[in-house]
């Protein structure tokens, strides 16, 4: 055995007898690397692993700071992703060992994962996952105070500047002098303001060897804390990011994710979110530093090197990217406005919209206007790319002609092919600029341009390259309160521009320069590029046209819409398409939280519809089985034309005398027997039901509601109250004091099951019981409320009778009884255009919404004509877009569909299929419990057991889930227990598409089972 490996064994063996004494642990070792110390990891026979440090003598009051800092995160975040110290037999956190002298041990619990610098998968989630922890870690360290972390650290970047000495170390003029500009800029202009930011204790070495990530690429824990000190705040986010970024495609955007995740649950200041990029940059100058230092004091200890040759490159790829943009971008990714000033500047130029010169042809007032598509996934994107200057011209040109057009615009937010060359590259591998970001004009060459507002010349640049700018200048504005802002104008000719100089005044309207021709404005068909700048980003007359997509939240406010300025009567600007990630961090932010986002865990972006499919951004078919909105088939050209032609030619309210209206409201109410004659419209559901209410009030003179357990009718605070789906549920506040709940009838699992004949006139009794509960206060009910069919019940069909003895019970009562047909209405059942047909029974109001409109906003009430006349009492009822004469066309276009394409009967056919087919899967598969239904509104419930009924809820999410992974068919579930599979499908689901459910269904069933 060679000498060196011999004491390595004799040094183990020690530690293994002192671990058997101290801690009563037999153990296997394995050597770690480490700076300083000794490490260890620490194998148990029992299987537990630990971490053996085993300190040199150094500084005490640093190693106490260690110490101490796990005892009070111990005692204070008991969920952080850290080691935790184990006790000595005698109870200590620390002891004494000999081995290579005296030294002191801490055994730590181990944390799994690998660490970043190796790990498999690391992306933007784990830096936001970082970000989580460090900021719980940070929060959890306030008020903590140690006399080892006040030390003057040199690994503290808050005190960069002490480095400036070392900066003559680095081998390499470029180096020196990238990091001596970095250096001085924190002297000068970071530091004053890190001054004002908040100080701490933080943990300040997050790098990559001391960050450990799990399999899914996410933070599983975080190791040594030697490098604790009492500094600013932000520096934590700014030494995370520094080691994050590593390797990254968009080191920019990695930054951005941490801090972004840190400010969630710790938020920063304004000015640390500010301070980040220039951080980061400073501690890749004070690695540099150190580490000239260092290797010249210590050239054989190669742990220093670990990193190293990573620093310059990605020092060198931020120096590549524009600060303001960078900044821009990590503000955003924590929730400010990316420009500060953006936003004023657009304000002020609404305010002042009234005031604006026109730019080019100012003696036209209403200028006609011809629209062109540059964008790259235009129809005539092939044609424009293979034209020359000359043939562009020429095309444009003529079809300004032929539409007797002033000129021509092409868009702001374009996304375009056109842009090529290294000029659009960004840093980020793939990610170019080719958005546009100003309104082209197109006129002949020589055409005059005038300033919109007062100005100066601020920058004039010659971008003589192809396809560049071609001479181009820069107005400044300035507006109320000092707030300033830019308009650019490229593709000038050479000869205006010549004429003007910098700082020189431009007044509002004065022409000052002219467009220029192909040969002089980069090769492009004579035309202006207008664009509003409010930062020019530092790049003066040399300011970017184009910006990132992927960016565009942060570009849009660089240069936001000009349409303003320009007043055009056609748009002049398009959305830009976002990816799924980035809608849905906007619909967290800008939309109510409780609006939740379908298969969140995998969210579709949808772009399209047709029949009974919805299409996503890339054009992937999903079979969509739960929307029961676009009763007659999602976009149907029928339906959209008679919008479309109706729309053209008037949308009012109803006050006024219109044929559609009344025509509707003729063809509705004769869906219905009689007394059922009078029409009330509205533009949703829970409108319909809540004016329901409104009109039983009126007629009884009663107050009290009956309901049926766990019903949902509406959104609105009158409905919340006779929904128990809702008020008895998360965040609902109980049952109000005039609701009164009636048992749910259900024939799988309620009291009174399939094949008890009398089981509705049993369940019926509980609606007789709530009457009686009423009239026992001295009160009687309003109204009682019920689906045909109980969609949130769980789609539970009635048992026969149901609704023909609750009705009478409340009737006798004095209350009136409605039937709603939100949900299940318009032919669905199929044997019937409504679904309370299916009881044999007549309603005294019915409330229809969703399929009415075909997914467009619009509702009905139907009733009586008695009913209708007692809330005629004085009080006007008015709906202001309720009846429209758009919605009342629809209305039509929608009841024509379902009579021509004969929907009722297909929804019986088609639903007759599925069950059947769904019942033959039942024989296969246990795990199905029932099958039921009418029509295409049925449930497929899943049980675990038949006998016990025990729902299986977890595996209906399995179900869900696989279905829209493997089959792209989107269903949901349904139920008190959440068990049931909803299916209501579009009514033009065909046979195909059942076929195609149930073979999906079976086979994602079979592999349940297994």
């Not at 970047?157 to 000495?165: S, Y």
């Not at 104008?489 to 004429?499: F, I, N, P, Q, T």
């Not at 949900?823 to 059942?829: A, D, P």
């Amino acid at each position: 055995m060679a000498e060196c490996d011999l004491r390595t064994e004799q040094e183990l063996a020690t530690i293994r007898a002192w671990l058997k004494e101290t801690y009563g642990i037999d153990a296997s070792l394995s050597p770690l690397p480490g700076e300083h110390d000794l490490n260890y990891r620490v194998t148990a026979t029992d299987g537990g692993e630990f971490l053996l440090k085993l300190h040199a003598v150094g500084d005490a009051d640093e190693l106490d700071m260690q110490v101490a800092v796990l005892e009070h995160l111990a005692a204070k975040s008991t969920d952080l992703s850290i080691s935790r110290a184990l006790r000595t037999r005698s109870g200590g956190v620390t002891s004494g060992i000999e081995l290579r002298g005296r030294r002191t041990a801490r055994l730590l619990s181990w944390l799994q994962g690998d660490i970043w610098a190796k790990a498999a998968v690391r992306n933007v989630a784990s830096a936001e996952s970082l970000g989580r922890l460090l900021a719980g870690l940070d929060r959890s360290l306030e008020g903590f105070v140690h006399a080892g972390a006040k030390r003057l650290y040199a690994w503290d970047i808050g005190r960069a500047d002490m480095h400036r000495k070392h900066v003559e170390l680095i081998d390499g003029a470029d180096k020196r002098a990238a990091v001596d500009a970095i250096l001085e800029h924190f002297a000068t202009t970071v530091l004053p303001r890190l001054a004002t930011c908040p100080m701490q204790v933080i943990h300040n070495d997050a790098n990559d060897y001391n960050v450990l990530l799990d399999e899914d690429g996410t933070v599983s824990g975080l190791l040594d804390f030697g490098d604790m000190v009492e500094t600013w705040r932000v520096i934590e986010v700014a030494v995370a990011s520094a080691y994050a970024l590593i390797g990254a495609v968009d080191p920019v955007g990695t930054i951005a994710a941490l801090a972004g995740a840190y400010h969630q649950v710790n938020p920063l200041s304004e000015t640390e979110i500010e301070l980040v990029f220039d951080l980061v940059k400073t501690r890749y100058a004070v690695s540099m530093c150190m580490a000239a230092k260092q290797i010249r004091d210590n050239p054989e200890n190669t742990y220093l090197l670990v990193s190293q040759e990573d620093v310059w490159r990605e020092l060198n790829r931020l120096q590549g990217e524009n600060r303001v943009i960078a900044i821009a971008r990590i503000r955003d990714a924590c929730g400010l406005a990316p420009i500060p000033q953006a936003s004023a500047v657009v304000r002020l130029i609404e305010k002042n919209e009234h005031e604006f010169a026109q730019i080019i042809r100012p003696s036209i007032s209403k200028p006609k206007v011809t629209v062109f598509d540059f964008s790259a996934s235009g129809p005539e994107v092939a044609q424009w790319a293979n034209l020359d200057a000359a043939e562009a011209e020429a095309r444009i040109m003529a079809q300004i002609g032929s539409e007797e057009a002033a000129f021509g615009i092409g868009l702001y937010g374009e996304g375009r092919g056109i842009y090529q060359g290294d000029a659009y590259e960004t840093s980020v591998e793939g990610a170019r600029r080719s958005v546009h970001l100003g309104v082209d004009i197109f006129a002949p060459a020589g055409e005059p341009v005038s300033a919109p507002f007062a100005g100066k010349v601020a920058f004039i640049h010659d971008d003589a390259v192809a396809y560049g700018f071609g001479p181009t200048v820069l107005l400044e504005h300035e507006i109320e309160n000092g707030v300033r802002f830019w308009t650019l104008y490229g593709h000038l000719s050479r000869d205006s521009v010549a004429k003007l100089s910098e700082g020189q005044a431009i007044a509002k309207g004065e022409v000052f320069a002219a467009f220029g021709a192909a040969e002089e404005n980069g090769n492009w068909a004579p035309h202006l590029h207008f664009q509003v700048v409010t930062d020019h980003l530092g790049l003066g007359g040399r300011m970017h046209g184009v910006g990132v997509g992927d960016q565009w939240q942060v570009w849009r406010e660089v240069s936001p819409d000009p349409s303003v300025v320009l007043g055009l009567s056609v748009p002049v600007s398009v959305i830009v398409p976002r990816d799924k990630a980035f809608l849905v961090r906007e619909r967290h932010r800008r939309i109510g939280r409780s609006l939740s986002i379908a298969y969140s865990a995998a969210p579709l972006k949808i772009v399209g519809g047709e029949g009974a499919h919805l299409i996503d951004e890339e054009g992937t078919r999903w079979l969509d089985m739960v929307n029961n909105v676009c009763h007659v088939g999602h976009c149907h050209p029928r339906v959209v034309k008679a919008a479309q032609t109706q729309m053209q030619r008037l949308n009012t309210n109803s006050r006024y005398l219109h044929d559609t209206l009344v025509e509707y409201s003729s063809r509705l109410a004769a869906q219905f027997p009689d007394p059922l004659n009078v029409c009330f419209f509205v533009n949703s559901g829970s409108e319909a039901n809540d004016l329901a209410i409104r009109l039983a009030r009126a007629y009884t003179g009663n107050r009290d509601i009956i309901t049926v357990d766990h019903a949902y009718h509406g959104h609105l605070s009158s409905l919340i109250d006779v929904s128990p789906y809702k008020f008895a549920g998360k965040g609902g506040e109980g049952q109000a004091s005039h609701v009164k709940v009636a048992e749910m009838p259900d024939l799988y699992r309620g009291r009174y099951r399939y094949g008890d004949a009398d089981a509705g006139r049993k369940y019926a009794e509980d609606v007789r019981n709530q009457v009686a509960a009423l009239a026992a206060d001295g009160r009687r009910p309003a109204l009682f409320f019920s689906e045909g069919i109980l969609g949130t019940g769980g789609q539970l069909s009635l048992p026969e009778g149901y609704l023909r003895e609750a009705y009478a019970h409340v009737r006798a009562a004095g209350g009136l009884c409605l039937a709603d047909e939100v949900q299940v209405g318009f032919g669905r059942v199929g044997s019937h255009m409504w679904a309370h047909e299916l009881q044999g029974v007549v309603p005294d109001i019915v409330t229809m919404g969703k399929p009415i409109g075909n997914g467009h906003p619009m509702a009905a009430v139907v009733t009586t004509e008695a009913i209708a006349a007692s809330f005629a009492n004085g009080m006007e009822y008015f709906n202001t877009f309720g009846g429209n004469p758009v919605s009342a066309e629809i209305g039509l276009a929608v009841l024509d569909v379902i009579r021509d394409e004969r929907l009722v009967h297909h929804c019986r056919v088609i639903g007759d299929r599925l069950m059947d087919g769904a019942r033959v899967l039942a024989g296969k598969h246990a795990i199905i419990g029932d099958v039921r239904g009418h029509g295409l509104f049925n449930g497929i419930e899943l049980v675990r057991n038949r006998e016990t009924q025990e729902p299986a809820a977890r595996e209906l999410d399995f179900v869900i889930g696989e279905m829209k992974r493997k089959h792209h068919i989107l269903l949901s579930s349904e139920g008190p227990h959440h068990n049931v599979l909803k299916v209501k499908p579009p009514a033009p689901f065909s046979a195909e598409d059942c076929d195609r459910f149930l073979d999906a269904l079976d086979d994602t069933l079979q592999r349940l089972s297994v």
